[in-house]
């Protein structure tokens, strides 16, 4: 089960400058207040705008144990922060083995995996 970690944490464990106001104000990054963390790890949410005519996109993060933060599927991959928290949720419970991806619409596309028997 995963827990909900504060932001003030996962920026306190974050190397480099990814929460630098300046960083956050160059890409018109947002975060919430919390992320999760769980056996899977500690995933967050961030939001992206473009420019003030484009729309305010969701991404999926991970704080990787150096305190790196990486992209997990796409980039702006989700239109709702509820549907990026769920999964970032899901991610902390039951690790990123993600064999789905997300299309900027929210759905689901699952990928064919297939294995040799011999």
Do not use: C
């Amino acid at each position: 089960m995963s827990n909900r970690v504060s932001m003030a944490t996962i920026k306190r464990r974050t190397t480099g400058h990814w929460f630098d106001p300046g960083t956050m104000r160059f890409f018109s990054s947002r975060v919430g207040q919390t992320g999760w963390e769980g056996p899977g790890g500690t995933y967050f949410v961030s939001s992206e705008q473009f420019d003030s005519t484009s729309p305010r996109l969701y991404t999926v993060r991970r704080q990787k144990s150096g305190g790196d933060i990486d992209t997990v599927g796409e980039f702006q991959g989700y239109t709702s922060r509820a549907a990026a928290d769920a999964r970032a949720r899901h991610l902390a419970d039951h690790g990123g083995a993600d064999r789905r991806k997300r299309s900027t619409t929210g759905r689901v596309h699952v990928r064919a995996h297939t294995r040799r028997v011999g």
